[in-house]
């Protein structure tokens, strides 16, 4: 039996929690709030500030965790270094933590030392150097904060007048100390994927098959797998993550978006852990789960294997308003569907866009991909959040 020191707690943590305790395994969920969808599945919790760097050292002191594994981006990961020389495992590494939190360290990897194909970029820590940098990429473009997940403080520029607005929304949505952003030229995409990858400890890299999704405002409304694409763009895809994952180290799991074009693949992102657009799996879409996959990842037990076992999508159930005592309509309408399941998360406060569940839906392999994810849609939309 290990502990685990799970830094983050929402509704992807409370997954991996949820897979960690049927493996007997202890989990011990932080989060800046307390009741956090973890906190609730876990055998304890902490309330910190992870940007507290003194605060970060002594929960890891206190619990003497096994393994440190951050579910956020909002984290001191600097310190994961020193953790990693005093003996402990960080998840995936401390260099993938640290470089995977910050998209400028991602993506000088991926583009300069990797040589992937990405977007056209530049960085601006201003709103003038915001200015200047787009004059150079040219409009559209997209503005992210360099520590934000979710779409949060993400915006395209169309027109001049979007300039001053997108650094000011991109203040707003980042996490962390980091006022920086990226500028990235528009990549005029037919479709984008999640190619979830488990490196392991002693085995052969993995991949799941690819998840196809589609976004709103940064962040991503629904999720099918498979994704149809062409077996060359599956193999470059497959290619770039075993790059980039075997640069960054460490075993786990993680979520790499790619935009398939016209002329190529391009790498897009990547997060060292579970995915939301991964939660599609949740519908047994796979023998394993995409937390299953990270939890036994994360401890060392060989994965011989990923096999698509249906086809299936998910799509949020989103709040509308704010509220200290969120409820739910609808719901006996999604439990009465077939082929479908809903989780609803158990966050304590709603606000608007904030993600409060979602809906999966699933068929045989041979079933209509499409149809699968306009039922996930249809009945998510069924379910409302109350203030």
């Not at 943590?13 to 202890?26: P, Y």
């Not at 579970?274 to 796979?286: A, E, I, K, Y």
Request: net charge negative.
């Amino acid at each position: 039996m290990s502990k685990i020191l799970l830094l983050g707690s929402g509704e992807l943590g409370k997954e991996f929690v949820i897979a960690a305790q049927r493996l007997g395994q202890i989990v011990i969920a932080v989060d800046s709030y307390a009741n956090a969808p973890a906190m609730q599945v876990a055998h304890g919790f902490e309330v910190i500030n992870m940007l507290d760097g003194d605060a970060l050292d002594h929960i890891v002191a206190k619990h003497q965790p096994d393994y440190i594994v951050p579910e956020i981006e909002a984290i001191r990961t600097e310190r994961f270094y020193a953790y990693e020389k005093d003996g402990y495992t960080v998840i995936p590494s401390a260099k993938a933590a640290n470089y995977t939190m910050n998209r400028k360290s991602i993506r000088d990897l991926a583009a300069k030392e990797l040589g992937l194909k990405t977007a056209d970029y530049r960085y601006a820590a201003s709103a003038k150097a915001l200015s200047a940098a787009i004059q150079e990429i040219g409009m559209p473009c997209v503005v992210k904060p360099l520590m934000s997940s979710s779409g949060k403080g993400q915006s395209t520029i169309k027109t001049e007048a979007d300039i001053q607005k997108a650094w000011d929304y991109s203040q707003e949505g980042s996490r962390g100390d980091v006022a920086e952003v990226i500028v990235e030229g528009f990549v005029n995409f037919n479709y984008e994927i999640t190619l979830l990858t488990v490196t392991q400890r002693n085995g052969k890299t993995l991949f799941c098959p690819p998840i196809g999704h589609r976004q709103e405002r940064g962040d991503y409304q629904e999720s099918w797998q498979p994704a149809t694409m062409q077996s060359k763009h599956l193999q470059t895809a497959q290619d770039m993550a075993a790059k980039v994952t075997t640069a960054l180290g460490g075993a786990g799991l993680w979520g790499v978006e790619f935009f398939i074009a016209d002329d190529g693949v391009y790498f897009s992102e990547l997060s060292p852990r579970p995915h939301d657009t991964g939660m599609v799996t949740l519908g047994n879409t796979q023998n394993f789960n995409e937390f299953e996959l990270h939890l036994r990842a994360v401890l060392g037990l060989p994965i011989s294997e990923i096999t698509q076992e249906r086809i299936g999508a998910s799509a949020v159930i989103l709040a509308n308003e704010h509220s200290d005592n969120p409820t739910f309509s609808g719901i006996e309408e999604v439990a009465n569907a077939t082929k479908s399941d809903f989780r609803l998360f158990g966050k304590p406060s709603s606000r608007p866009y904030r993600r409060m569940g979602v809906v999966v839906t699933y068929d045989n392999l041979d079933g209509d991909i499409k149809a699968v994810t306009e039922r996930a849609k249809e009945l998510a939309s069924k379910v409302k959040v109350n203030p």
